[in-house]
């Protein structure tokens, strides 16, 4: 597997990951909701100000991303084909070697995530009741601290 920085090109890949994965690990968002977030997801991965990593398998095929502003993590989605792989702790270590101290908001009701997340070596330092949009999806927000390392692959 590679990590290499997003190009424009990879854009429809990655809005198929993120709807596929979303579809296969969001349960309680609604097929209305997933819908109505759709364009906005396509302007965040043609946006410029997130950074944005991709992961590839040996064949150079993307197989998930990463979307990081400076420290947040603020999209990591896998093809859900390549889930439980290894990837996902791939991607986080890159971010850790990039930024050391990561924060991430995961869905509450995302119990999967936020197993990842604290096996990664994530706590929850604090809730919201809405998310970034005001739908009422509540949000666990987590910290990784510079000095701890994720657990490796």
């Known amino acids: 597997m590679e990590i290499r920085r997003a190009i424009p090109t990879d854009r429809e890949v990655l809005l198929d990951i993120w709807l596929r994965s ?56 896998l093809a859900p084909e390549f889930q439980r792989r290894g990837a996902g702790r791939r991607l986080v270590m890159h971010a850790h070697a990039l930024h050391g101290e990561l924060t991430v908001d995961v869905y509450e009701q995302n119990v999967a995530a936020r197993g990842f997340y604290e096996a990664c070596g994530f706590v929850v330092e604090g809730w919201s009741e809405l998310d970034d949009q005001r739908r009422p999806y509540p949000q666990l927000h987590m910290r990784l601290a510079a000095q701890n390392k994720p657990l490796s692959e």
């Open 22 to 77: 979303v579809r296969a690990t969001h349960t309680f968002v609604s097929d209305e909701d997933i819908q109505s977030m759709t364009p906005r997801v396509r302007d965040y991965l043609a946006s410029s100000e997130p950074e944005f990593w991709v992961l590839c398998d040996d064949s150079r095929v993307i197989r998930g991303f990463m979307g990081m502003s400076g420290s947040q993590m603020d999209s990591l989605f």
